[in-house]
Each structure stands twice: as C-alpha cells, then as structure tokens.
Nanobody, 116 residues
Framework: QVQVVESGGGLVQPGGSLRLSCVVS????????MSWYRQAPGKERELVAT????????DYADSVKGRFTISRDNAKNTVYLQMNSLKPEDTAVYYC?????????WGQGTQVTVSS
C-alpha cells in the first residue's frame, strides 16, 4: 500500500531549528512531486515548499523563503524540510504530500510548536 510518514516535529524556541523527514513507500518515489504543507489552528492548509522530480526545481511560500529548505534523497525515498530561524507563526501541523498526475497521497502530519 502507498504510505507517507512524517517525523521530526516538536517544541522549539523562537530562532531555533528543526528538520522534518517524510519517508514514502508503495510507489516509485523519484517520479513524484513532493511538497510540505502546514495547517495552523483555525486556518486552512497552506503550501510551504515543493520539490520536483530528479533534477527539478524548488519553490517556497513567501513567509518561509530564506529560512526553510526542502530537499529529497531518492535513494532513501525521503524528503526533508530543514527549518531555521523559526517563528511563533510557524506553529502548525506539517503534512507531507506526494503527487503524480491525478494521484495524491497525504501523511498523517507532525506537530511543530514554536514558543518561548
């Protein structure tokens, strides 16, 4: 079965860093576009970062540019989100998404809380 599993969330102080990981199985990882989304309490889910297939480009929400970095390791079927200089407004549940043509798969999410 197709699975997407996130990990790495937690509680961090403003200015701190976290690295989220997303491990996928059940499909050919290198052929999927991978993205990170987040959803804060009472708000809609928003796109944070996207990385294309092998040799593809990356894109970021304006609110995280210069602070977050998305990367992928196709040999490990894993996508990462390195988050630096974290702010309280980054607090949300972060979701990993795998997309190919008309197919999309979501993980269960991992909580990131930025607070002093």
């Amino acid at each position: 079965q197709v699975q997407v599993v996130e990990s790495g969330g937690g509680l961090v102080q403003p200015g701190g860093s976290l690295r989220l990981s997303c491990v996928v199985s059940g499909f050919t990882f290198s052929t999927y576009v991978m993205s990170w989304y987040r959803q804060a309490p009472g708000k809609e889910r928003e796109l944070v970062a996207t990385i294309a297939r092998v040799g593809g480009s990356t894109d970021y929400a304006d609110s995280v540019k210069g602070r977050f970095t998305i990367s992928r390791d196709n040999a490990k079927n894993t996508v990462y989100l390195q988050m630096n200089s974290l702010k309280p407004e980054d607090t949300a549940v972060y979701y990993c998404n795998a997309r190919k043509s008309l197919s999309t798969t979501w993980g269960q999410g991992t909580q990131v809380t930025v607070s002093s």
